[in-house]
């Protein structure tokens, strides 16, 4: 009686999980991903805008100012150009075998700038930049 019991509550999740497998909305899903990946870029684009203004307001005081400098030009330049080869890539059609090749070699080239973009970002915390407000003069 017991090993009967088993099996049906197996059988009972395995129908609750194909049903639940139904009802997932696959697009719905890509779709809120996207729009979380881009606020994500977005954000992380003004974080270095600001670490740029601050390094620039900061000046050669900074130890490190050519070296933090370059690095958020460069992690700038490189979020510019994945955006722009995601914009290609979401213009593609994968209704052949060389598209889909193509969008491969763009998506891993994007996979590759992401991981350049995110050492960079850790270099540049690194480094440390923090902005302090000049003090007011009397």
Do not use: W
């Amino acid at each position: 009686m017991l090993r009967r019991r088993n099996v049906l509550d197996e059988k009972e999740m395995i129908d609750s999980q194909a049903e639940a497998a139904r009802r997932f909305n696959y697009s719905r899903y890509a779709t809120k991903k996207t729009m979380a990946q881009g606020l994500l870029d977005v954000a992380l684009l003004m974080s270095n805008a600001s670490q740029l203004k601050a390094i620039m307001d900061i000046g050669s005081r900074h130890n490190y100012y050519n070296v933090v400098f370059g690095i958020i030009i460069c992690s700038i330049i490189l979020q510019l150009i994945t955006a722009i080869l995601l914009l290609v890539l979401g213009t593609l059609k994968d209704e052949t075998d060389s598209q889909q090749k193509t969008m491969n070699i763009v998506n891993n080239v994007i996979t590759v700038l992401i991981l350049l973009i995110t050492v960079a970002n850790v270099f540049i915390t690194a480094f440390g930049v923090q902005y302090k407000k000049p003090e007011k003069l009397i």
